[in-house]
Structure formats: C-alpha cells, structure tokens
C-alpha cells in the first residue's frame, strides 16, 4: 500500500510515496480469534513462539527416531539427494539439545501433554468462532 505526503513549503508542494504495510486484520473473527487465545491459552505472545517451537523439536525428534528405525533396504528407495538432507538434518538436530528437549526430559509426557493441550484449545476457539 502506498501512503501518499505531501509537504508544503511556501507557494510549493513536494509530494512523496511511502510504501507501508496493511496491518488492518481481514477479520473481525482473526481478531476475536487471536484475542480469545491470547486470553485463554496464552499469557503473551512469546508463550506461542515458545510453544511452537518445542513442538517442531518434538515433530523432528519423532521423524528422527521414525527414519532410523526403516530398514536400509527402504531407506536406500530414497532419492540420494534427499536421504542425504535428511541424514544431515537428523545428525544436525541430534548434535544439540533444544528447549523442548530439556523440558522432555525434565517433564516427561507432561511436556507434550501441555503442548498438546494448548492446541486442542486453540482448535476449540477457532472452532466456535469460524462456526466450523
């Protein structure tokens, strides 16, 4: 979106276009929607990161322990390219330790049960507010 100024200095008139982003929501259901989970599931918005984040390390800790467990006669039907990106990507991942792999093994089920959780309810609110 392009916001037009225009200046005035004396008898002349300098006009400029300043590219800015629409933030207005589509919705006022996205709004109701974010605000409901803010309220409901979350106490900030950093909660949400947070949260998200954890649950691509449990998704990619899953996948990990899927892939290792295959064979190498159905691992070796994989494109070479591809089965090598994902050998470095589970080497990578399996050379750190992540927020949600501490809380995993600090927590135990009760790590994913919250995850799990707070996602439920997400889907609860959307749910009620799209009238799905």
Do not use: C, H
Not at 22 to 47: G, N, R
Not at 92 to 109: F, H, N, P, R, V
């Amino acid at each position: 979106m392009l916001q037009e100024i225009r200046v005035k200095k004396g008898p002349l008139v300098s006009t400029k276009y300043v590219e800015t982003i629409d933030e207005t929501p589509k919705s006022d259901k996205k709004i109701k929607a974010q605000y409901a989970i803010e309220k409901e599931v979350y106490s900030a918005l950093a909660d949400s990161v947070a949260d998200n984040a954890k649950l691509v390390s449990l998704v990619f800790a899953m996948g990990s322990a899927m892939y290792n467990a295959l064979p190498d006669s159905t691992k070796n039907n994989i494109d070479a390219s591809t089965k090598d990106k994902i050998e470095y990507a589970i080497k990578k991942y399996e050379s750190i330790e992540t927020w949600g792999d501490l809380q995993l093994k600090a927590e135990g089920t009760e790590a994913i049960d919250r995850l799990i959780d707070r996602q439920a309810k997400i889907g609860e609110i959307v749910k009620a507010i799209y009238n799905i």
